[in-house]
């Protein structure tokens, strides 16, 4: 009839983002908020022995983590309803990702879109401190990760019927 606590996962996300569209744009403007927190705990028997260690070593742990970002994006018709658009997203730790996108509306329905972007991701709280050994195999989070970023090309060609769709997309992810 007892619980123990063996980790507390808390995630807090808040997100706010402002629309607005003319006759040629449609612009988004937002900002980003997460607040991560793992905890981690050791279970014992009555007699003060360790039954279940803490991922984290074996140590009572809490590891947290906020991260934030402002983020802008603006798609406009040029002509022949032609479209390009311009993406950035602002990080806390100082990372700018930028994004650039065209569409080439050709008159028998079929269309071109050519699109550059930047990518970025830190690890998660478990992939830089997780450290399980109770279990086969053993798992071992790195705190020595670093963030990873890429680059994104991509061509696509595609033609939107009522009945169905058809596209053909290459891409180089770096």
Known sequence: GDEFRHGDLEH???QI???????FHTRL????????????????????????ESIFSG????????????FFHDQFIISDQNEFALGLRYINNGKLL?????????????????????????P????LYYQWVDHTPHIYGNPNLDPTT?????????????????SID???ND
């Open 12 to 14: 807090s996300e808040f």
């Open 17 to 23: 983002q402002y629309n607005y569209k003319t006759d």
């Open 29 to 52: 403007l937002g900002f980003e908020y997460i607040d991560d927190a793992y905890s981690a705990f050791n279970i014992y028997n009555q007699d003060g022995q360790i039954l279940h």
């Open 59 to 70: 140590e009572n742990k809490t590891h947290k983590r906020i991260q934030y970002s402002l």
């Open 98 to 122: 930028g994004s650039a996108s065209y569409l080439l509306k050709h008159k028998s329905g079929y269309n071109i879109r050519t699109t550059f972007s930047s990518g970025y991701r830190e």
């Open 124 to 127: 998660s709280l478990k992939e």
């Open 150 to 166: 890429n680059n994104n090309f991509s061509v696509s060609f595609d033609k939107r019927t009522p009945l169905n769709d058809f």
């Open 170 to 172: 290459f891409y180089s």
